[in-house]
């Protein structure tokens, strides 16, 4: 296979990602305002920004600080949406948290004003990265933690196995995609991302295009759970007391088994 049919192939799974990001995000937007649960609107409002500053920058031309503004927005959101859903008044740590990360976002944000209207070298370059893998790992580690807390509290519960799945699959999920950045350390400086001719970018581009496809599918199928996935996964399940919880009901349940193991 030539690099540049290796190049089609990765620019069509980076094309499943956005499309898979933006209809995930749409389907949790308006589950959000239709429960009018705003942590689910935040978090559908988050991977909507992802494919709308890819899509800009990509296809549009609209630069690398369009596409990073959008990224930075989908990365608070997220912090903001893993606080409402699961530490809502439960102390300062998240707190602090989501001031660490939007620190980290504004120095993002400055990077790349500087490589577009500054000037540009190889070591800014990598002090950028360097900054970039810890405001990624905080994020979605926070989310993966946070989910993980959640499944191991509600898998002792009578509930549908396939709710306690979803929270398992975003704890997956989560903890994959806070590696994404890693790539970016093995990217040459000053050479096009996934530029066919140089291998190593191609690499990391193919890299990173296999990780967020996956990432998007998993997390995905986490939120917009197939029915025959659902009949599979409670096949064997018999409910104790007819019991249905709500989506309310359950992150409130979530909540407050949360707040009585540890204060953050």
């Known amino acids: ?16 990602f956005i499309i898979t990001l933006a209809v995930m995000g749409i389907f949790l937007l308006i589950k959000g305002v239709r429960n009018k649960m705003i942590n689910i609107v935040l978090v559908g409002l988050a991977f909507i920004s992802l494919p709308i500053g890819f899509i800009g920058n990509f296809i ?23 606080n409402l859903t699961f530490y809502k008044n439960r102390g300062s740590f998240s707190k602090i948290l989501l001031c660490t990360v939007i620190i980290l976002a504004c120095i993002q944000l400055w990077f790349f004003f500087i490589s577009v209207y500054g ?23 926070w989310l993966s933690y946070s989910a993980y807390s959640a499944y ?41 991302w996934g530029d066919p001719y140089n291998i190593v970018s191609l690499a990391v581009f193919g890299g990173t295009a296999i990780l ?51 204060t953050l």
Not at 1 to 16: K, R, S
Not at 232 to 259: C, F, G, P, T, V
Request: aromatic fraction near 22%; charge should be positive.
């Open 152 to 192: 191991k509290l509600v898998k002792s519960q009578n509930i549908d196995p396939w709710i306690k799945f979803r929270y398992k699959m975003l704890a997956i999920f989560s903890f994959i995609f806070s590696f994404h950045s890693i790539p970016e350390f093995f990217q040459p400086p000053g050479t096009v």
């Open 212 to 262: 967020v496809v996956v990432f998007s599918i998993g997390f995905s199928t986490a939120w917009i759970m197939p029915g025959w996935l659902k009949t599979r996964l409670n096949r064997n399940y018999h409910a104790i007391e007819d019991k249905d919880y709500q989506e309310k009901e359950l992150l409130e349940l979530i909540k407050k088994e949360l707040s009585q193991k540890r």
């Open 119 to 141: 000037e540009w070298t190889y070591y800014l370059y990598y002090i950028r990265v360097a900054f970039d893998f810890p405001y990624t790992f905080i994020v979605f580690n």
């Open 60 to 82: 549009f031309q609209l630069g690398s600080i369009f596409q990073e503004t959008f990224i930075v927005a989908c990365f608070i959101l997220t912090v903001i949406f893993t």
């Open 1 to 16: 296979m030539t690099p540049e049919l290796f190049y089609i192939v990765f620019v069509i799974l980076f094309g499943i």
